[in-house]
C-alpha cells in the first residue's frame, strides 16, 4: 500500500522516498532520461538514466529515490511539485501500457465529446478531466456536511419504486419478477416519510428521467442531492436553507480548488448578500420587456429564457443566482402546496444559477384529503401511493424541502459547455458507457 504521495515530496528535500504513479511523460536527453510522474495528487519530475528508457505514457511504476531542489531557473511554476525533483536509486515496472490514443500530455484534451467518453477510463487520468470531479466532490461534501452541521440526517432512498412522484410518462419499466416497478424519478416520496423518524433529512442518490431529449443541459441519470425539513413556519424557510447551502458550496469550491478553477479559467459565482428573487409572471414581464419576446402566456421557462433572466439579475443585482417563484399547479408535482392567495399558482421556486436550473424546491402539501384529491387530478390512483399516504394519514406537520443537480453545479462552476463532461460515466439517449449505435451494430455481427 503507498504511503507517500507526490504532493507531500515538496517537504522531504534531501530526503530519500518511495513512489508509485503513472508515467505522464518522457523527455530523453540519451545519457539523462526525465519522466514526469503522476499521481492523485499531482505531478513530479523524476531523473534517471538507462533504467528509464524504455517507458512510455500510461506505464504505472515504482521509484525509490532522493528528494532534490531544482535550480531556480528550472524551477516550474506551473506545479505545486516544480520546486523539487526526484534522483532515482531504485526503479521497477508495475504494469506496462499499451500506447494511449489520446495525448493526455497536453494541457487541454483537444477531442471530440463521443472521443472523450468513448475512452473515458483513460481521459479521466487528465488532470484537467480530474480537476472536473475534485470540485464536484467538494459541491457534494459541502452539501453533506452544511446540512448535518444543521441537525439533518442522512439516509438512502430505493432506487426502484412502485408507483412515479413526479406524475407523466417520463420514466423508465423495469421487469421485477412477474411486475413492472420503475427508476425512481427522485426521492421525493420516501423523503417525505422519514420526516415522521427524523423531522430534517437529505440523501444524495441518483435519479432517472426518461426525456427524449438530446441536449447540452439533460442526462437520463443524475446524482441528486435532496434534503426535506418538517415544522417550517413559511415556504420561504425552505428558500433560505437553499441560499444558505449555496453560499457555502462556493466558499468551499473556492477554498479548496484554486488550481482546478484556473485549470478551466473559471471563477466561482457572485454571491448577492441576498438572492433576487421573481415571481414567474414577473420573470416574464421582464424577458418581454428587454428582448421583446412575448412569453407570458406560456407555464415555464425556456432555456433561452433562463439565460435572459440570469442576465439580468448579473446587471441589475450583481448576483449569479436569482429564484423564479410561483409556478403553476399545472406544472409542479401532485405534492406541491397551492399558494392561498393565488390557488392557480404554487408555493415553489426554482434556482437560477448562471443561466440554468441548479435547483428545485417547495412547500409540500400537509393535508391527507388534499393529497389524495391531487393524486386524482393528477390521472394517477391513490392505491398506488398507499404506503405514501400513510405518512399523511397518521398526521403530518407543515414540510417542504428541495432538489440540486450535481452535475449542473459542476458544469456551471467550470463553464463547461456539455453537463455529459460533469458526469463521469454518462447517460443519455445514444449512450450507456458505449454508443448505443456502435454497440448495436457489434451485436449484429
Given at each position: 500500500?503507498?504511503?507517500l504521495?507526490?504532493s507531500?515530496?515538496?517537504?522531504?528535500?534531501g530526503k530519500e522516498?518511495?513512489?508509485?504513479?503513472w508515467?505522464?511523460?518522457?523527455?530523453d536527453?540519451?545519457?539523462?532520461?526525465?519522466?514526469?510522474?503522476?499521481d492523485?495528487?499531482?505531478i513530479?519530475?523524476?531523473?534517471?538514466g538507462?533504467?528509464?528508457k524504455?517507458?512510455?505514457?500510461?506505464?504505472?511504476?515504482?521509484?525509490?529515490?532522493?528528494?532534490?531542489?531544482?535550480?531556480?531557473?528550472?524551477v516550474n511554476?506551473?506545479?505545486?511539485t516544480?520546486?523539487?525533483?526526484?534522483?532515482?536509486?531504485?526503479f521497477?515496472?508495475?504494469?506496462?501500457?499499451?500506447i494511449?490514443?489520446?495525448?493526455l500530455?497536453?494541457q487541454?484534451?483537444?477531442v471530440?465529446?463521443?472521443?472523450l467518453?468513448d475512452?473515458r477510463?483513460?481521459?479521466?487520468r487528465?488532470?484537467?478531466?480530474?480537476?472536473?470531479f475534485?470540485?464536484?466532490?467538494?459541491?457534494i461534501e459541502t452539501?453533506r456536511q452544511?446540512?448535518k452541521?444543521?441537525?439533518?440526517?442522512?439516509?438512502?432512498?430505493p432506487?426502484?419504486?412502485?408507483?412515479?412522484?413526479e406524475?407523466?410518462?417520463?420514466?423508465?419499466?423495469v421487469?421485477y419478477?412477474?411486475?413492472?416497478v420503475?427508476?425512481?424519478?427522485?426521492p421525493?416520496?420516501?423523503?417525505?416519510?422519514?420526516?415522521?423518524?427524523?423531522?430534517?433529512?437529505f440523501?444524495?442518490?441518483h435519479?432517472?428521467?426518461?426525456e427524449?431529449?438530446v441536449t447540452?443541459?439533460?442526462l437520463?441519470e443524475?446524482?441528486s442531492?435532496?434534503?426535506?425539513m418538517a415544522?417550517?413556519?413559511?415556504?420561504?424557510d425552505?428558500?433560505?436553507k437553499?441560499e444558505?447551502?449555496?453560499?457555502?458550496?462556493?466558499a468551499?469550491?473556492n477554498?479548496e480548488c484554486q488550481e482546478?478553477?484556473?485549470?478551466?479559467n473559471a471563477d466561482?459565482?457572485?454571491?448577492?448578500k441576498?438572492?433576487?428573487?421573481?415571481?414567474?409572471?414577473?420573470?416574464?414581464?421582464?424577458?418581454f420587456?428587454r428582448s421583446?419576446?412575448?412569453?407570458?402566456?406560456?407555464?415555464d421557462?425556456?432555456?433561452?429564457?433562463?439565460e435572459?433572466i440570469?442576465r439580468?439579475?448579473?446587471?441589475e443585482?450583481?448576483?449569479d443566482f436569482?429564484?423564479?417563484?410561483?409556478y403553476?399547479?399545472?406544472?409542479r408535482p401532485?405534492y406541491?402546496y397551492p399558494?392561498?392567495?393565488?390557488p392557480?399558482y404554487?408555493?415553489s421556486f426554482?434556482?437560477l444559477?448562471?443561466g440554468?436550473e441548479?435547483?428545485?424546491?417547495s412547500?409540500r402539501i400537509?393535508?391527507?384529503?388534499?393529497?389524495?384529491d391531487h393524486?386524482?387530478?393528477?390521472?394517477?390512483?391513490?392505491?398506488?401511493?398507499?404506503?405514501?399516504l400513510q405518512?399523511?394519514r397518521y398526521?403530518?406537520?407543515p414540510?417542504g424541502?428541495?432538489?440540486?443537480g450535481a452535475?449542473?453545479?459542476?458544469a456551471?462552476m467550470l463553464?463547461?459547455?456539455n453537463i455529459?463532461?460533469?458526469?463521469?460515466?454518462?447517460?443519455?439517449m445514444?449512450r450507456v458507457d458505449?454508443?448505443?449505435s456502435?454497440?448495436?451494430q457489434?451485436?449484429?455481427?
Amino acid at each position: 500500500m503507498k504511503k507517500l504521495y507526490i504532493s507531500q515530496a515538496v517537504d522531504k528535500v534531501g530526503k530519500e522516498i518511495e513512489l508509485s504513479g503513472w508515467v505522464h511523460n518522457k523527455r530523453d536527453h540519451k545519457k539523462i532520461v526525465f519522466i514526469d510522474l503522476r499521481d492523485q495528487t499531482g505531478i513530479v519530475q523524476v531523473v534517471g538514466g538507462e533504467q528509464l528508457k524504455d517507458l512510455m505514457p500510461e506505464d504505472v511504476v515504482y521509484i525509490k529515490g532522493m528528494v532534490r531542489q531544482r535550480p531556480k531557473n528550472l524551477v516550474n511554476p506551473k506545479l505545486k511539485t516544480g520546486g523539487v525533483e526526484i534522483d532515482t536509486k531504485e526503479f521497477r515496472l508495475i504494469s506496462k501500457a499499451e500506447i494511449p490514443p489520446i495525448d493526455l500530455t497536453k494541457q487541454v484534451l483537444n477531442v471530440s465529446l463521443p472521443t472523450l467518453l468513448d475512452y473515458r477510463p483513460l481521459t479521466l487520468r487528465h488532470p484537467k478531466i480530474a480537476a472536473i470531479f475534485r470540485v464536484q466532490e467538494v459541491i457534494i461534501e459541502t452539501f453533506r456536511q452544511t446540512l448535518k452541521d444543521d441537525g439533518f440526517c442522512e439516509f438512502q432512498a430505493p432506487i426502484l419504486v412502485p408507483a412515479q412522484a413526479e406524475g407523466g410518462a417520463e420514466i423508465f419499466p423495469v421487469k421485477y419478477f412477474d411486475h413492472t416497478v420503475y427508476l425512481g424519478q427522485s426521492p421525493q416520496l420516501y423523503k417525505q416519510m422519514v420526516l415522521g423518524m427524523f423531522e430534517k433529512v437529505f440523501t444524495v442518490t441518483h435519479a432517472f428521467r426518461a426525456e427524449p431529449s438530446v441536449t447540452t443541459r439533460h442526462l437520463t441519470e443524475y446524482v441528486s442531492l435532496d434534503a426535506e425539513m418538517a415544522f417550517i413556519d413559511s415556504w420561504q424557510d425552505i428558500i433560505e436553507k437553499v441560499e444558505e447551502l449555496i453560499k457555502q458550496i462556493v466558499a468551499e469550491v473556492n477554498k479548496e480548488c484554486q488550481e482546478e478553477l484556473k485549470m478551466h479559467n473559471a471563477d466561482t459565482p457572485k454571491i448577492p448578500k441576498k438572492f433576487p428573487q421573481l415571481k414567474l409572471r414577473a420573470a416574464q414581464e421582464l424577458i418581454f420587456k428587454r428582448s421583446g419576446r412575448d412569453i407570458r402566456q406560456e407555464p415555464d421557462l425556456s432555456p433561452s429564457d433562463e439565460e435572459e433572466i440570469s442576465r439580468w439579475a448579473q446587471e441589475e443585482k450583481g448576483s449569479d443566482f436569482v429564484f423564479i417563484t410561483h409556478y403553476p399547479v399545472s406544472k409542479r408535482p401532485f405534492y406541491t402546496y397551492p399558494d392561498p392567495k393565488d390557488p392557480e399558482y404554487t408555493l415553489s421556486f426554482d434556482l437560477l444559477g448562471r443561466g440554468m436550473e441548479w435547483v428545485t424546491g417547495s412547500q409540500r402539501i400537509n393535508d391527507y384529503q388534499l393529497l389524495v384529491d391531487h393524486i386524482r387530478e393528477w390521472g394517477n390512483k391513490p392505491e398506488a401511493f398507499e404506503l405514501y399516504l400513510q405518512a399523511f394519514r397518521y398526521g403530518m406537520p407543515p414540510e417542504g424541502g428541495f432538489a440540486m443537480g450535481a452535475e449542473r453545479m459542476t458544469a456551471r462552476m467550470l463553464g463547461l459547455n456539455n453537463i455529459r463532461e460533469a458526469s463521469l460515466f454518462p447517460r443519455d439517449m445514444q449512450r450507456v458507457d458505449l454508443r448505443l449505435s456502435t454497440a448495436d451494430q457489434k451485436s449484429k455481427k
